[in-house]
């Protein structure tokens, strides 16, 4: 029987090894000989024929090279299906079990695809994933070692009104930057438009239903909710598209001078404001990219350098953006830095059951 999906050769064998995936974009990994073989996209875990269908990809792969499952890795999530589907096969095999961090395996998935098992600085940038705090993370710096990792900074974190409603409503993400900035007395007034606008300041003000999030994801709500674009989202990540799309329409500018602070974490405030008091979205995007670029580039740099790495693998969804992940290649190469990237698989999400496969071969080689 065939294989339809994508096949990766590994660095060195594995046998019944399985990554399940998150809770959306989901496919299924099985690790077999010196091949990683990933399914077709299943889709999203919150429609039920989505969840049968994770399941099947499972049972066809297993069958399709008659191999019982004895490793299996899920996301960190307790309410993900793919985590609860990961002990209902551990239990039916009596195969183990290994839970592997989001923005870790985002980062592995990147070294599995190119056979890299040395360790790497990783930049994690997407929407949100749990972290091992029990909060969301999303802008994410990363030392990488094979079944080990070690989170070294994060995005300065910024307040989510409302929750994941937050990450549908990039203006909600405006009013929370504002608010960081001392100037949540405008959120009315600025969003006027919103009939929610007052409750969100009263909420951001009082800090009630405003849990924190790391997310590169909700930074460039925040600018679009800024700059005046995609108040709300018709699907996701469009806030997003269209900040990237007016960007490359403006053409390429110098980064905001002083537009981050870096200590530890990296603070995009000072970009924030500036663009809050923009007159042009073309030219606010092009200085949120480049600047955006400049900041992620010093930032990854300074690990890279500390810890004597010279390779940083680039994972996360905030990678399908092409400017930010070409800008951000040329000034990690320019410092002479290797730049890891996805190619035959996605940045985003369905290439996590590939990462969490490769971490799960590592921590049963002793990696």
Aim: charged residues 20%; proline residues 4%; aromatic residues 6%.
């Amino acid at each position: 029987m065939g294989h339809e999906g994508i096949v990766i050769d590994l660095a060195k064998a594995a046998s019944g090894i399985i990554g399940l995936g998150g809770g959306f974009k989901n496919t299924v990994c099985l690790m077999h000989g010196d091949k990683a073989y990933i399914s077709s996209p299943v889709g999203d875990l919150d429609k039920a024929e989505n969840c049968l269908a994770l399941e099947r990809a499972v049972d066809d792969l297993c069958r399709s090279f008659d191999v019982m499952p004895n490793l299996i890795a899920h996301d960190l999530h307790p309410d993900f299906f793919s985590t609860r589907l990961a002990y209902e096969i551990a239990e039916r095999h009596g195969a183990d079990l290994i839970g592997v961090q989001h923005h870790h395996a985002h980062i592995a998935s990147i070294c599995a695809e190119h056979g890299f098992i040395e360790p790497v600085i990783g930049l994690a940038l997407d929407g949100t994933g749990l972290g091992t705090d029990g909060h969301a993370w999303g802008g994410e710096l990363l030392k990488v070692d094979g079944a080990r990792f070690e989170r070294l900074d994060h995005l300065y974190p910024l307040k989510l009104p409302g929750g994941d409603r937050a990450a549908r409503e990039p203006w909600r993400m405006a009013a929370a930057a504002l608010d960081a900035l001392g100037r949540a007395n405008e959120i009315t007034a600025r969003f006027s438009d919103q009939p929610a606008a007052a409750i969100v300041a009263t909420m951001l003000q009082r800090n009630l239903n405003c849990p924190l999030t790391t997310s590169m994801g909700r930074l460039f709500d925040a600018a679009a909710g800024l700059l005046g674009i995609c108040p709300i989202q018709r699907f996701e990540g469009e806030a997003a598209n269209l900040l990237q799309a007016l960007a490359e329409r403006h053409g390429v500018v110098a980064p905001m001078a002083d537009g981050y602070r870096l200590d530890h974490v990296l603070d995009f405030l000072p970009l924030l404001d500036r663009l809050a008091d923009g007159r042009d979205a073309g030219h606010g995007a092009a200085i949120f990219h480049a600047t955006v670029a400049a900041g992620l580039a010093e930032w990854a740099c300074r690990a890279a350098f500390q810890h004597g790495i010279n390779t940083v693998a680039c994972g996360g969804g905030c990678f399908f953006n092409g400017l930010l992940l070409h800008q951000l290649s040329q000034r990690l190469q320019a410092q002479g830095l290797t730049v890891l990237t996805a190619q035959r698989l996605s940045p985003g999400d369905s290439g996590l059951s590939l990462g969490q496969a490769w971490v799960a071969m590592q921590s049963r080689a002793g990696g």
